[in-house]
Nanobody, 122 residues
């Protein structure tokens, strides 16, 4: 089992920045990839960014590309999502997820955090 705990969400004005953190514990050696997803009210959960744990290769949704950076700290078993130039449409609950076998943009990950709310005011 892998446990994931997100932090760093909050209320920010449009154009502002936030850094989300996701601390992993448990069988972290089994992680192949980690991802950030988000879900706004009435919408499906969507991919935001992902990272292969061993190589550091990164992937981004077009909606956040150029505005967001995903990174990891292997020693701390923590993945980060730096979000800049935030827009009201970025408002959602952001979830951290870990997968043991693949890097995928679909919300088909083995482990999920509890989510952290990001609200961007206009």
């Amino acid at each position: 089992q892998v446990q994931l705990v997100e932090s760093g969400g909050g209320l920010v004005q449009a154009g502002g920045s936030l850094r989300l953190s996701c601390a992993a514990s448990g069988r972290t050696f089994s992680m192949y990839a980690m991802g950030w997803f988000r879900q706004a009210p009435g919408k499906e959960r969507e991919f935001v960014a992902g990272i292969r744990w061993s190589t550091g290769s990164t992937y981004y949704a077009d909606s956040v590309k150029g505005r967001s950076t995903i990174s990891r700290d292997n020693a701390k078993n923590t993945v980060y999502l730096q979000m800049n130039s935030l827009k009201p449409e970025d408002t959602a609950v952001y979830y951290c997820a870990a997968n043991s076998a693949t890097m995928t943009l679909r919300p088909e990950y083995d482990y999920w955090g509890q989510g952290t709310q990001v609200t961007v005011s206009s």
